[in-house]
Each structure stands twice: as structure tokens, then as C-alpha cells.
């Protein structure tokens, strides 16, 4: 990949830079099962021995019971989470927001980056979790799915509201009541993750590419598209293409969409099913068009002005990343207090600067455009209105229904 421009870039816009798009939460292939590496089998797999191994089937569970809090007397956190998910200071040798934190409370917070795969990362606290045992880890940050499957397996612990103020005031109305965690009775967004359609204007002649119906039917993209290899995000994308709603669809439905793209594939149309490994072939032109994660084209924006994205009239599909206190966590409190911390607008917006990804916290845009003008105008970060209202999210699985259409996605990406 060429050498980014500093004369056409921000202070934040090179701090992003210096986040290569080869590390980091950007390039774990976000709620990807690492397919490309053998990990959908095992995704599969784990799936499956859920309820073998004497774990309950999906079905709301009241939360964990709550557990012995230390917090008072204990004036430590530990946070895991994604790698290049926090912002850092410009010699990477301090996390500022996470120093103000504890500069105010006095609470130390052991971070930790240790969540590399949502699959992978369940698999190291599932035993203790089911035993009724301390992960050791007091917060954790888990794309939606997990999360509600960590809620509905009774796994973890319900949130005070006293201890949440800001985040109660200020979580942004598209994030504030999933169907598998109404009122964030359990957990708070850390970011939003679009799905959108990217395009690159030298790649398709200078003509603007915004439906995946163009996508899989347009004869001069033949070859030249791909697919993400989520099945969220690409299911998720077809059936609002087809009039369908992602937060009630049927079997039916799922095939119909299934079968939409095995279309596409028999007949070359899609080159591919990527994680976020698109991004170099799409910067290069070798894909003119595909569906996208957006934190990835702020950054491949930033060094190629023929990128461009584009919002479906249909909708777009929105993921999130979920912060949770563990059963058995030993201070919960000290958790909560630095949930509602991100919440504060001047945190969460130093936050967004560094990530790049959807910020959930209602009044940022003013903080954000002290740190980054051309940030608190992007739509990638800070959805408007119009785009908001076409946001979508995927509906919560059963158990079965995981398996069986993880099943016919594997299939259908040939994995």
C-alpha cells in the first residue's frame, strides 16, 4: 500500500494512519469467524456444544445473580477489550482518557487487549462462566450477538442506573433498546459498526454504485464484487435489498436472500467473501464495488480520494460492540462508573477521534469538532438523520437458528 500524504491529512487523521490497517480491531476481520484461517468450523462447532456441554438453549435469562463487590474497597478495574481500541497518546506510550479516569476517581485500570475473534475470546471465559467462577475480568467489550448471548445464558450481571447517569442520559436513540438487551438493562455500546456499500470512482468509470442489487446484477461489476464473509452483515444487506427486515425475517426469508447470492456466485458475479482484506483490492481497483465495514473507509478515504461509500435507499445494517460486567466480576461499580465515564460527551468524542467508528453518545458532535472538524461532519462517525433512520439491526438468533444458518452461509462462501 502507498505511503499516506501527511500534507493532506489531520494531526488525528495520522494518528489513524499510523494504526495500520494490517493490526488492530480494524483487521480482525470485526464479528468475522475468521473463515479465511479455519475458524468458521470451530464457530460452528462451539455453537453447536453449546447445549451438549449442559449450557441452557437461548431464552431470556434474569441476568447473573449479584456477585460480592469489592469496589469500595477495592479501587482497581479490569478491562478487556480489542487491540487499537483505545485512543493513545501521540508517543503510544500513554491511553489519555483512560489516565483521566483514573486522575478523577482514583480507580487504576488494568486494560487489557486481549480480544482478538468473539468466537476465540468466548471460548477463554466460557468455563469459568458456566461454572459460576470470576473470569478475572471485572468489563468486557463483545460484538451484539455475543452479547446477547452472554445476557440470555444468565452470564451477566445487571447494571445499576444510579451508577450510570450520562450513559442513561446520552446512549444515541438508534442504539438504546436492542431486541436482545430493551432499555440496556445490561450493557452500553462502545461503538457502532455500519455495513455499507463502498465504491472506487476509477474502478466503475464514475459511476456511483449505492444498491446491492447492482451489486449482484450489474454486468460491468461482473468479477469485479465482493461480499463480506460475516453472515450478518451480508445476509443483512440482502434482505433489506429485498424488502425484507432484518429485525423480523423468516427461514424463508434467509433462503430467499441465500438464494439471491448463490445466483450471484454461480455466475461470477462476486469475486469474493472477505473479511476486511477488501480493503487493498478495493484501493487498488481490482474490486470496484462491495459491501463494507465503515471504520474501514475513513482510513482507506484518508489515503485514496476515489474511495467513496454510499448509504442503500433499502438501509444498511449496524452492529455494535458492548461493553458487560461478568458474572462473578469483583467490581462491578468501579465497571459502571467508567461506562457512564465514556458517556460523557469530551471523553467519548476524544474516544471517536481515535477509532473512527460510530460514536453512540447523543451530543458529541460539538466536542468531536474541537478535536477533528472534518470528523464531526462524517456520517461514518456521527450518522445524521437521514442515515440513522435507515439504520437496521440484525434480529437475535436462537441457538438452532445460529447453527442452521451459519450453516448454509459457510456453504454458500465455501468455507
Given at each position: 500500500?502507498?505511503?499516506?500524504?501527511?500534507?493532506?491529512?489531520?494531526?488525528?487523521?495520522?494518528?489513524?494512519?499510523?494504526r495500520?490497517?494490517?493490526?488492530?480491531?480494524?483487521?480482525?476481520?470485526?464479528?468475522?469467524?475468521?473463515?479465511?484461517?479455519?475458524?468458521?468450523?470451530?464457530?460452528?462447532?462451539?455453537?453447536?456444544?453449546?447445549?451438549?456441554?449442559?449450557?441452557?438453549?437461548?431464552?431470556?435469562?434474569?441476568?447473573?445473580a449479584?456477585?460480592?463487590?469489592?469496589?469500595?474497597?477495592?479501587?482497581?478495574?479490569?478491562?478487556?477489550?480489542?487491540?487499537?481500541?483505545?485512543?493513545?497518546?501521540?508517543?503510544?506510550?500513554?491511553?489519555?482518557?483512560?489516565?483521566?479516569?483514573?486522575?478523577?476517581?482514583g480507580?487504576?485500570?488494568?486494560?487489557?487487549?486481549?480480544?482478538?475473534?468473539?468466537?476465540?475470546f468466548?471460548?477463554?471465559?466460557?468455563?469459568?462462566?458456566?461454572?459460576?467462577?470470576?473470569?478475572?475480568?471485572?468489563?468486557?467489550?463483545?460484538?451484539d450477538?455475543?452479547?446477547?448471548?452472554?445476557?440470555?445464558?444468565?452470564?451477566a450481571?445487571?447494571?445499576?442506573p444510579?451508577?450510570?447517569?450520562?450513559?442513561?442520559?446520552?446512549?444515541?436513540?438508534q442504539?438504546?433498546?436492542?431486541d436482545?438487551?430493551?432499555g440496556?438493562?445490561?450493557?452500553?455500546?462502545?461503538?457502532?459498526?455500519?455495513?455499507?456499500?463502498?465504491?472506487?470512482?476509477?474502478?466503475?468509470?464514475?459511476?456511483?454504485?449505492?444498491?446491492?442489487?447492482?451489486?449482484?446484477?450489474?454486468?460491468k461489476?461482473?468479477?469485479?464484487?465482493?461480499?463480506?464473509?460475516?453472515?450478518?452483515?451480508?445476509?443483512?444487506?440482502?434482505l433489506?435489498?429485498?424488502?425484507k427486515?432484518?429485525?423480523?425475517?423468516t427461514d424463508?426469508?434467509?433462503?430467499?436472500?441465500?438464494?439471491?447470492?448463490?445466483?450471484?456466485?454461480?455466475?461470477?458475479?462476486?469475486?469474493?467473501?472477505?473479511?476486511?482484506?477488501y480493503?487493498?483490492?478495493?484501493?487498488?481497483?481490482?474490486?470496484?464495488?462491495?459491501?463494507?465495514?465503515?471504520?474501514?473507509?475513513?482510513q482507506?478515504?484518508?489515503?485514496?480520494?476515489?474511495?467513496?461509500?454510499?448509504?442503500?435507499?433499502?438501509?444498511?445494517?449496524?452492529?455494535?460492540?458492548?461493553?458487560?460486567?461478568?458474572?462473578?466480576?469483583?467490581?462491578?461499580t468501579?465497571?459502571?462508573k467508567?461506562?457512564?465515564?465514556?458517556?460523557?460527551?469530551?471523553?467519548?468524542?476524544?474516544l471517536?477521534?481515535?477509532?473512527?467508528?460510530?460514536?453512540?453518545?447523543?451530543?458529541?458532535?460539538?466536542?468531536?469538532?474541537?478535536?477533528?472538524?472534518?470528523?464531526?461532519?462524517?456520517?461514518?462517525?456521527l450518522?445524521?438523520?437521514?442515515?440513522?433512520?435507515?439504520?437496521?439491526s440484525?434480529?437475535?438468533l436462537?441457538t438452532?437458528?445460529?447453527?442452521?444458518?451459519?450453516?448454509?452461509?459457510?456453504?454458500?462462501?465455501?468455507?
Open positions: 500500500m502507498e505511503s499516506y500524504e501527511p500534507e493532506r491529512l489531520t494531526p488525528v487523521q495520522l494518528a489513524a494512519m499510523r495500520s490497517l494490517t493490526s488492530g480491531r480494524g483487521a480482525l476481520t470485526r464479528r468475522s469467524l475468521l473463515r479465511a484461517s479455519g475458524m468458521g468450523a470451530l464457530a460452528i462447532g462451539g455453537i453447536a456444544t453449546l447445549g451438549a456441554c449442559g449450557i441452557p438453549p437461548a431464552g431470556r435469562a434474569e441476568g447473573a449479584a456477585a460480592d463487590d469489592h469496589s469500595a474497597k477495592e479501587k482497581v478495574l479490569n478491562f478487556s477489550n480489542w487491540t487499537e481500541y483505545m485512543d493513545v497518546s501521540e508517543d503510544e506510550k500513554s491511553r489519555p482518557t483512560l489516565e483521566a479516569f483514573t486522575k478523577r476517581t480507580i487504576r485500570v488494568k486494560y487489557t487487549e486481549d480480544i482478538n475473534d468473539n468466537v476465540e468466548f471460548g477463554k471465559i466460557k468455563p469459568q462462566l458456566a461454572a459460576g467462577q470470576n473470569t478475572g475480568r471485572d468489563l468486557i467489550c463483545v460484538t450477538w455475543l452479547a446477547a448471548r452472554i445476557i440470555r445464558l444468565g452470564w450481571q445487571k447494571l445499576d444510579s451508577n450510570l447517569p450520562h450513559a442513561f442520559a446520552n446512549v444515541s436513540a442504539f438504546r433498546t436492542p436482545w438487551d430493551p440496556r438493562a445490561y450493557s452500553y455500546p462502545w461503538t457502532g459498526i455500519p455495513t455499507v456499500i463502498a465504491y472506487n470512482v476509477k474502478a466503475t468509470g464514475g459511476r456511483k454504485v449505492d444498491s446491492v442489487t447492482q451489486l449482484l446484477d450489474d454486468p461489476l461482473k468479477g469485479r464484487v465482493s461480499f463480506l464473509s460475516e453472515m450478518r452483515d451480508t445476509i443483512g444487506m440482502t433489506l435489498d429485498q424488502g427486515d432484518p429485525g423480523k425475517f424463508a426469508d434467509f433462503d430467499g436472500a441465500i438464494g439471491r447470492l448463490q445466483k450471484a456466485v454461480d455466475k461470477k458475479q462476486i469475486r469474493r467473501f472477505t473479511g476486511n482484506d480493503t487493498a483490492d478495493l484501493s487498488k481497483g481490482d474490486i470496484a464495488a462491495c459491501v463494507a465495514w465503515a471504520g474501514d473507509i475513513i482507506l478515504q484518508a489515503d485514496n480520494p476515489d474511495i467513496e461509500f454510499a448509504i442503500p435507499a433499502a438501509g444498511y445494517i449496524t452492529s455494535s460492540d458492548n461493553l458487560l460486567v461478568p458474572a462473578q466480576a469483583r467490581h462491578k468501579n465497571a459502571e467508567l461506562i457512564d465515564y465514556y458517556y460523557e460527551p469530551p471523553v467519548a468524542a476524544q471517536a477521534a481515535y477509532i473512527n467508528y460510530v460514536c453512540p453518545v447523543d451530543g458529541v458532535r460539538e466536542e468531536l469538532a474541537k478535536i477533528d472538524a472534518s470528523m464531526a461532519s462524517n456520517t461514518l462517525i450518522p445524521d438523520k437521514e442515515m440513522a433512520a435507515k439504520s437496521r440484525f434480529r437475535s436462537s438452532e437458528e445460529e447453527t442452521a444458518y451459519e450453516e448454509k452461509f459457510a456453504k454458500l462462501i465455501g468455507a
